[in-house]
């Protein structure tokens, strides 16, 4: 049975049949395209609004692709594991910097090597000295390694020493994702109606693509290969499905509410939000002591 499989006891997402010849915000067909994603399966959400669809006022149709978990852990969550990973052995080793009183500084100028083999001498000084160098060798090691796995960019060896040495993490990866704090990426236990055990899905909802409306027509009753040729005609739009030979592209699904509108608040949260300034902390700080302040006062 496959790990990721994770039995559930309430029903989400909102699913209901998809209609034949009927495409609509919330859609999810067959056969769609990602950038990261080839020799996967792909699928595709509609989310172009529904009153063009029901006023057929839409030139194009827009999607977000929509990939399996297993897929997505190995190649978008890869990034944010390897990402995490680096940034947590930096803070590993400037807290042992500090605790040995050696400027963080020189992390930028000086080989993480030469700053172990000149300031953490395992042969020398107290106890606690040679245990805090052996710790910081140990760290510098462990960093290199992972730091060659990364440069050989293999994705496989790269996930299954994740899996290996760091199962924790990818696990609350997945949690953050399935919470929906992992920005950019929404998460769907299943697109299986009635089913009691769920693979998950992931939305890559900065990856918009778009097909024609003479297409999307063709595929809201299946599309198969040849015909999804002759439509796009050698144009820009040949590659936004990935149709095989044989195959069909053509919806499976239908999301449904609430569960289309928190995916498509979220998308519009990802392109509106605007960043300000943290609060500098001395004008927080004196505002404190000002409430203190009068607080002793009254």
Known sequence: ?????????????????????????????????ASRYNGCEVHGLAITARCDF???????????????????????????LVDQELNDQRGQLVRMLKQAQVSEALLQAVPHREIAETHFQKDEGSKA???????????????????????ADGGGDIF?????????????????????????????????????????????????STIPRPVADKLGKGLDQST????????QFGSQLQIPEGGLAMPLI????????????????????????DPIETVIGKIVDSCLTHAEKD
């Not at 924790?168 to 109606?193: D, M, T």
């Open 1 to 33: 049975m496959n790990t990721w499989l994770i039995p559930l006891t309430e029903i989400r997402p909102h699913l209901k049949q998809a209609k034949y010849g009927d495409l609509t915000q919330g859609t999810v067909f067959s056969c769609a395209s």
């Open 228 to 235: 999804y040729a002759k439509q796009c005609n050698n144009s």
């Open 54 to 80: 029901a006023q057929r006022k839409f030139p194009v149709l827009n999607y977000v692709p929509v990939v399996e978990l297993q897929d997505w852990v190995r190649r978008d969550g890869l990034d944010i």
């Open 129 to 151: 000295k040679k245990t805090a160098a052996k710790k910081f060798h140990d760290l510098v090691d462990e960093m290199e390694k992972f730091s060659l796995l990364v440069a």
């Open 160 to 208: 299954e020493w994740f899996t290996r040495e760091r199962g924790k993490q990818v696990g609350e990866l997945v949690r953050r994702l399935s919470r929906h704090a992992v920005l950019g990426h929404y998460f769907l236990e299943a697109l299986e109606p009635d089913t009691t055990e769920h693979k998950g899905y992931v939305c890559l909802l900065r990856e918009v």
């Open 254 to 277: 239908e999301i449904g509410s609430p569960t289309i509108e928190h995916i498509m608040q979220s998308f519009s949260n990802l392109f509106g939000r605007i960043g300000v300034a």
